[in-house]
């Protein structure tokens, strides 16, 4: 029996990276995952690959039907344990680049989203679930070409302690991971040689001296997200190798 067995928990952005790796050892627990994404073929393939207890669905979290598509899909198979908001997606460029259009793009992703997906799945909690959202240390870095993202990060950082307080009457539990130089393919957007060049100008700031793998931050994930963190809500944690620290 692991610590997952016979609950069920849904993490949202879960085909890939941090989240894959929770879902795989949630049900290596004995638990069921529930996962969304936003590529139709990694959403497919997770499913056949995890087998029965692993659920998954295309969900756009910048959509505004978002949280009430996930709502509709949970409904029908009772309440929920856990639920990590996880989906979310990083660019960086210079201060004069942000135009309204990448701002309203940001935001409706990382930030609207998961207001709306928790907004309308919190009926569904159980008392006592646990609530997990993935903020980032970029929320505290001030790194020159990352202003509108470690806005958004930030955003949620904020909204989480209010939902902590929000929620604490149903003794659900609200806490943020913040994740930082971890490789799970989350900068791909930046192409090969400049991806390299981030890389090892982070890791040159790392106490560590290393990028942190996915299932290093899946672990602390999945400890906020079991019953052994029964009294931690409102609380942050930095899976960083140190980087915050310098």
Same mark, same amino acid.
């Given at each position: =029996?692991?610590?997952?067995?016979?609950?069920?928990?849904?993490?949202?952005?879960?085909?890939?990276?941090?989240?894959?790796?929770?879902?795989?050892?949630?049900?290596?627990?004995?638990?069921?995952?529930?996962?969304?994404?936003?590529? &139709?073929?990694?959403?497919? $393939?997770?499913?056949?690959?995890?087998?029965?207890?692993?659920?998954?669905?295309?969900?756009?979290?910048?959509?505004? #039907?978002?949280?009430?598509?996930?709502? !509709?899909?949970?409904?029908?198979?009772?309440?929920?344990?856990?639920?990590?908001?996880?989906?979310?997606?990083?660019?960086?460029?210079?201060?004069?680049?942000? #135009?309204?259009?990448? %701002? !309203?793009?940001?935001?409706?992703?990382?930030?609207?989203?998961?207001?709306?997906?928790?907004?309308?799945? /919190?009926?569904?909690?159980?008392?006592?679930?646990?609530?997990?959202? /993935?903020?980032?240390? /970029?929320?505290?870095?001030? $790194?020159?070409? $990352?202003?509108?993202?470690?806005?958004?990060?930030?955003?949620?950082? /904020? =909204?989480?302690?209010?939902?902590?307080?929000?929620?604490?009457?149903? +003794?659900?539990?609200?806490?943020?991971?913040?994740?930082? &130089?971890?490789?799970?393919? %989350?900068?791909?957007?930046?192409?090969?040689?400049?991806? +390299?060049? %981030?890389?090892?100008?982070?890791?040159?700031?790392?106490?560590?001296?290393?990028?942190?793998?996915?299932?290093?931050? $899946?672990?602390?994930?999945?400890?906020?997200?079991? #019953?052994?963190?029964? %009294?931690?809500?409102?609380?942050?944690? &930095?899976?960083?190798?140190?980087?915050?620290?310098?």
């Amino acid at each position: =029996m692991g610590r997952f067995a016979g609950k069920r928990i849904l993490i949202t952005g879960g085909t890939r990276g941090m989240g894959h790796a929770a879902a795989k050892s949630i049900i290596a627990e004995g638990g069921e995952a529930w996962v969304t994404g936003l590529d &139709p073929q990694r959403v497919e $393939a997770i499913a056949a690959t995890l087998g029965p207890a692993c659920r998954a669905l295309r969900n756009d979290a910048a959509a505004a #039907d978002s949280g009430q598509a996930l709502a !509709d899909w949970v409904a029908g198979a009772g309440l929920l344990d856990g639920l990590w908001l996880n989906a979310g997606y990083a660019e960086l460029g210079a201060l004069e680049q942000v #135009d309204a259009q990448a %701002f !309203d793009r940001m935001l409706a992703t990382n930030v609207r989203g998961p207001a709306l997906q928790l907004a309308a799945l /919190s009926p569904l909690l159980k008392p006592g679930a646990s609530v997990l959202v /993935s903020a980032s240390s /970029s929320a505290y870095e001030a $790194a020159a070409m $990352a202003s509108l993202y470690a806005a958004s990060k930030g955003a949620l950082v /904020s =909204m989480a302690r209010c939902w902590a307080s929000a929620l604490s009457a149903r +003794q659900i539990r609200v806490n943020v991971l913040l994740p930082g &130089p971890i490789a799970t393919g %989350f900068r791909d957007f930046l192409g090969p040689q400049a991806q +390299q060049d %981030f890389d090892r100008h982070i890791i040159g700031q790392v106490p560590l001296g290393r990028m942190g793998s996915a299932d290093e931050a $899946a672990a602390v994930a999945l400890f906020l997200l079991s #019953d052994a963190a029964s %009294f931690v809500t409102g609380s942050q944690y &930095p899976v960083d190798g140190g980087l915050m620290m310098r």
